[in-house]
């Protein structure tokens, strides 16, 4: 797959400080339509940070990002950039879905309310619509016997599916997983990744943290390896793992398989 061919996300040059930290110093990366790309790295390398730039849960200091060809955060008018009033950068998130390390369910509804609360009171669709998509988006991720149990009665991995489940529900053009099992007892790690899998074999744009190089190496169009807020090294999977090029990569690829 190209990557340039037809991106779903532009970055260019992004940079983001939180004071005199540099959280990322300048990344500049595609992601075609229907690729899985993989972002490996150390904690504080600026993976999240990155993914949470895309969702427009931080701003940047630096650069541009593209979803789909639209600016994120500015309208251009000519050469000049009009900061987006919240109501449009809502709008604009609506085109990605993230699916977080801890799950972020509501404790007080139902596996079903929690797929339907984003539909019926965002989308605006029909309860009666959205609850049947519910259901089979549930029953996607092998849960459709669950659809009343309360997130205490889901063991984590189930919790993790709802949540993917929830994200799907909003169409998204892009999803975004941020170490999605990085929470999970390692028992049920499996369940989760089994879930990706098979999105990402449906053709849905992904973008995937994760310390899963296993995962990584099955299923990822490519590998980006970043350090210090910055890509060191990006490429087809078994390149990037099996033969990276930067002693870095190397050091922390021998790090994980210790």
């Known amino acids: 797959m190209n990557p340039g061919l037809n991106p779903v996300v532009r970055a260019s040059d992004v940079r983001k400080s939180f004071g005199e930290f540099q959280a990322l110093k300048g990344i500049t990366l595609d992601v075609a339509e229907g690729e899985v790309l993989c972002i490996i790295g150390p904690s504080g390398s600026g993976k999240s940070t990155l993914l949470r730039c895309i969702n427009q ?16 955060g500015y309208r251009q008018t000519g050469n000049r950039l009009h900061e987006l009033s919240e109501k449009e950068i809502a709008r604009q998130r609506l085109a990605t879905a993230m699916v977080f390390q801890r799950f972020n369910l509501f404790p007080h509804m139902t596996a079903l309310e929690n ?12 309860r009666t619509e959205a609850v049947a998509e519910a259901r089979a988006l549930l029953d996607r991720v092998g849960l459709g016997h669950k659809c009343d149990a309360f997130p205490v009665e889901l063991s984590g991995g189930q919790q993790q599916r709802v949540a993917i489940a929830r994200a799907l529900a909003m169409h998204p053009q892009l999803l975004l997983f941020d170490e999605p099992t990085s929470a999970l007892d390692p028992e049920l790690v499996g369940e989760v990744l089994a879930v990706m899998r098979g999105l990402a074999q449906s053709g849905i744009t992904m973008i995937v943290v994760t310390h899963e190089l296993g995962f990584a190496r099955e299923v990822a169009n490519r590998v980006v390896f970043m350090d210090q807020g910055q ?7 078994e ?17 994980v398989l210790a």
């Open 239 to 255: 390149q990037v793992l099996s033969e990276p090029r930067h002693a870095r990569t190397r050091d922390f690829i021998s790090a």
């Open 57 to 72: 849960l931080e701003t940047i200091s630096d650069g541009s990002l593209r979803v789909k060809g639209e600016l994120l």
């Open 231 to 237: 890509i060191v090294e990006a490429g087809p999977p």
């Open 115 to 126: 797929v339907i609360e984003g539909p019926v009171h965002v989308l605006k669709r029909p």
